[in-house]
């Protein structure tokens, strides 16, 4: 039986809002960590086929609640952290 215990703390929450939330068919989500902030569209795209052209390109991106610039080199989502993709109007 595998420890689903040590997966998850080795893992982030993302939380996907409106159209995003639409495209992946859930509003939430655990990935593993850590994983550097200018990664996550790219895996979100190998998972999700087609998701940066129709959401991501235009959305918004917090780490524990905090905007951050998705090409900040020196950010690394932490396991534990919690990620919202955000839709342009409503953040």
Known sequence: MADTTSAESESFKILYF???ASFTGTNEE???APLPITELFA???KKYAG???KALNTAMVTVNLDYVDIE???LVIQKGDEVAIIPPGMG
């Open 18 to 20: 409106a159209g995003v």
């Open 30 to 32: 655990s990935l593993p």
């Open 43 to 45: 895996t979100l795209e």
């Open 51 to 53: 998701i940066r052209e």
């Open 72 to 74: 900040d080199k020196t």
